[in-house]
């Protein structure tokens, strides 16, 4: 428990990563069902999301094992230049019901698009840094990725 009373028990992690050259849909699908299938026996959650050959991605879960799988995840070569954005601990999931949400924007119609703005946008106006900090994170990149043409233009 902390200063504030929460109990922080939930470890989130939030990167971006580049995808490799020729990254296919089904390569995609595919990280996507390893990701899934690895969730669901180790009580992660999170979601992917994949836009302009980019991905960023929320992790949340037992320290220890969101850790190991990034670790695991920085090895593999369909994606690489990999960034930590924020981690932290917090007392509640924001993915709580996905094993491993994932959103394609190449998928999305533009009207779609614009719901997900107004989602993200919606996060960052209601969720606290104080206490959530890493989620906010993940949807301030989620809105600066979908409405800024050059977010990227360092990596």
Known sequence: MNSYGINNNIFQLTYRSRAAEGLTASKIMEIVGEAVTFNKQHDITGCLVFDQGFFIQLL????????????????????????????????????KSWDMGYISMDEYA???????????????????????FTPKVFWYN?????????FYKNL
Not at 112 to 126: F, H, P, Q
Not at 142 to 150: D, N, Q, V, W
């Open 60 to 95: 949340e879960g037992e320290k220890g094992i969101v850790e190991q799988l990034y670790t695991q995840i920085k090895k593999d070569k369909r994606h690489f230049q990999f960034e930590i954005l924020s981690k932290g601990s917090t007392s509640m999931r924001q993915f």
């Open 110 to 132: 533009l009207g779609e698009k614009a719901e997900l703005v107004s989602k993200a946008r919606e996060a960052l106006d209601t969720i606290s840094t104080k206490n959530d």
């Open 142 to 150: 989620i809105f600066t990725l979908l409405t800024a043409s050059k």
